[in-house]
């Protein structure tokens, strides 16, 4: 990020991204529920070439006791990547960016998740980043809020997120990894998918006022898609649980 120096053509004659994609095309996204038997619920994704799982355990109480909300569940999430999920090793355990992290996509959750229902507990959601390819923190959000759902803990609304940034001076949605690295700006954003709040935003990189209003524009169209692609993946969960109830 900060338009870093590269050879790379990041926009061709033709305004298409290296990978072939126009700018307003996101990678393209898989998901698919309970992929663990040991966790509550569970979801992994695949997005462009990151694959993702986020697994969710709870709600069970929180300890140590001083960790308890009298008021409503505290959600917990942990970000992780694994040592081969980069190009060069990765050194393995919690550094200042997965703690960051972990902090913004806990806090995002927390307001999908109707937490009042379940005072003095905990939800906890481990999100294992398998292989990175930018943009894992909004695809290991949108992968938890699916999680979540097939886990049957209760949400006010479903929550997913999308990046847009800056790359040779052009607007464009979900960045990959060379547009991460070389890119003008970077913009990662999440939402309450209903309403449309927003409960992540962070941003690397400049961008004019008039550039982040198209970003957020395209993020906002983009995540509609996304939840389609979440309802999509639930709703298979439940087909195929219909489908062993009729004894099929
Ligand atoms: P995000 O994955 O949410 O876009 P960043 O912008 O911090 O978060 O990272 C962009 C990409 O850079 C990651 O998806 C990953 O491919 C790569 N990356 C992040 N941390 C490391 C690391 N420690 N070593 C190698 N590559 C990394």
């Given at each position: 990020m900060g338009g870093a120096k590269t050879d790379l053509k990041l926009i061709d004659e033709n305004g298409l991204r290296l990978d072939g994609r126009s700018p307003n095309e996101l990678r393209p996204i898989k998901i698919q529920t309970d992929v663990l038997d040991n966790a509550d619920g569970s979801a992994m994704i695949e997005w462009g070439g990151n694959k993702i799982i986020a697994s969710v355990y709870g709600?069970?109480?929180?300890?140590?006791?001083?960790?308890?909300?009298m008021d409503m569940a505290v959600v917990k999430a942990r970000y992780n990547m694994a040592a081969f999920s980069v190009d060069e090793r990765k050194r393995p355990g919690p550094d200042r960016r997965s703690i960051e992290i972990s902090k913004v996509v806990s806090e995002a959750l927390q307001t999908a998740i109707l937490a009042e229902q379940f005072p003095r507990t905990q939800i906890d959601v481990f999100i294992e980043v398998l292989q990175a390819d930018a943009g894992t923190r909004i695809a290991g959000l949108t992968a938890s809020a699916v999680a979540l759902a097939a886990a049957g803990i209760p949400m006010r609304d479903m929550v997913a997120g999308c990046t847009a940034g800056k790359v040779a001076g052009q607007i464009v949605l979900d960045l990959g990894k060379e547009e991460d690295n070389f890119g003008e700006a970077d913009l990662p954003i999440a939402q309450l998918v209903k309403s449309g709040k927003i409960v992540l935003m962070q941003m690397d990189g400049d961008l004019s006022v008039e550039e982040f209003n198209k970003a957020t524009e395209m993020i906002d169209d983009a995540i509609k898609r996304i939840s389609e692609i979440q309802r999509e993946a639930l709703a298979g969960k439940y087909r195929d649980i219909a489908l062993e109830e009729g004894g099929e």
């Open positions: 709600p069970r109480e929180a300890y140590p006791k001083h960790t308890q909300n």
